[in-house]
């Protein structure tokens, strides 16, 4: 069964198709909402050898002329380097104004495909088609794009929402487990900061979300699949709400990154894949949050339970203060050289902008990191 959640902004407004099979019906429904038939196909080389020809048999089906482009898989792709090798294929695939990028991918193609949709002839139409949980539940939905500089992760980047978001479950079978495993921070996040009783779904059945999805039968990918809606759902109310980060709601889905993407950047992007760093930085926002804004330590104990239950990282060792500190003041959410963290005050209720004693965060940051 499919799903459709909306995501509400006017003019560029658009819908998450979630569900299983919908791979084959991506050309029917881009035709739908798009003009443009010239397309380029951003894709890594693993979601390529898998799933690029479906896709582009879909687009070519639907009467659009498809070039693919790859780039290598892993977060080193999301860089200056990439991009402008797609301004290239862009140019080759005669991408004009009516142009549509197509990202067929996880987060690091998601972000990338969009950034070049986003300032190609300053600004094309684009579609995400999110390959892993992470991309699914995260970075496909609400038009954050961009890449990276050595000194830190999103420097570079714009807001551009996709016209569609087509996101086929069966992709899944195509996942490394520690794939699926990094994208489950995500969805405890989402718990976390605004659904309770989301949180308590995951805590009750760690069982079916900790399983391969090729083993999970009709009931279990039933109950996967709301779970991924839900996360959608979320993410769709706070961007309809902040688009643009300038009332601070969306800054709540920022939970964990703070030290998350300084724990990428100490260690060398790719060598701790977001999910989990993001894991091990919502260990010390809660821990924080005990500290600060009164988050009952039960509520502490109850998260770094869910995320082990998970095969999550509850710690990053091996990482030194100096370098993690020095990351979160580049951080794009720090201000003044301040990092900035959300904290919660209970499951569910979360606040943004927080600022944290520099002795507290250095002794968290620490403990997590030895």
């Not at 019906?25 to 979601?47: E, S």
């Not at 892993?132 to 500089?149: E, F, H, Q, R």
């Not at 203060?321 to 990092?339: F, H, I, N, Q, Y």
Request: aromatic share 4%; hydrophobic share 45%; glycine share 12%.
């Amino acid at each position: 069964m499919t799903q459709i959640v909306n995501v509400v902004l006017g003019s560029r407004s658009y819908a998450i198709h979630l569900g299983e099979g919908l791979l084959p019906q991506l050309g029917v429904l881009m035709a739908q909402v798009l003009r443009g038939r010239r397309v380029l196909l951003v894709t890594d080389n693993h979601v390529s050898a898998i799933l690029g020809e479906t896709v582009t048999v879909s687009l070519r089906g639907a009467g659009f002329a498809v070039s693919r482009s790859v780039v290598p898989a892993g977060e080193a792709s999301k860089c200056g380097e990439q991009l402008f090798a797609l301004y290239e294929a862009a140019k080759q695939a005669g991408l004009d104004r009516s142009g549509i990028v197509v990202a067929l991918g996880g987060g690091v193609v998601g972000d990338l495909a969009g950034y070049l949709a986003a300032s190609w002839l300053r600004g094309i139409a684009f579609v995400q088609v999110p390959t892993t949980l992470l991309a699914m539940v995260d970075s496909s939905v609400g038009g954050k794009t961009g890449i990276n500089l050595p000194s830190g992760k999103n420097l570079v980047g714009a807001f551009h929402q996709p016209a569609l978001v087509l996101a086929d479950l069966d992709a899944f079978t195509t996942l490394p487990p520690r794939e699926t495993r990094a994208g489950l921070a995500e969805v405890v996040k989402y718990g976390a900061i605004r659904d309770a009783q989301l949180f308590q779904t995951l805590e009750e059945h760690t069982a079916v979300f900790s399983r391969p999805w090729k083993d999970l039968d009709a009931a279990g990918r039933a109950l996967f699949g709301n779970v991924i809606a839900r996360c959608c759902a979320i993410k769709a109310e706070v961007v309809a709400g902040d688009e643009r980060e300038e009332s601070g709601l969306r800054a709540i889905l920022n939970f964990g990154h703070t030290l998350g993407h300084a724990i990428e950047n100490a260690s060398g992007y790719g060598r701790i894949l977001h999910g989990e760093a993001v894991a091990v930085g919502m260990v010390a926002a809660v821990r924080l949050s005990a500290r600060l804004t009164g988050l009952p330590e039960a509520d502490v104990a109850r998260l770094e339970k869910l995320l082990v239950a998970l095969g999550l990282p509850v710690r990053a060792p091996g990482l030194a203060w100096t370098d993690l500190r020095a990351a979160m003041k580049l951080d794009k959410k720090s201000e003044a050289g301040v990092p900035r963290f959300v904290l919660l005050k209970q499951l569910g209720e979360s606040l943004s902008g927080c600022a944290v004693p520099e002795d507290v965060l250095e002794a968290i940051a620490r403990d997590l990191g030895t």
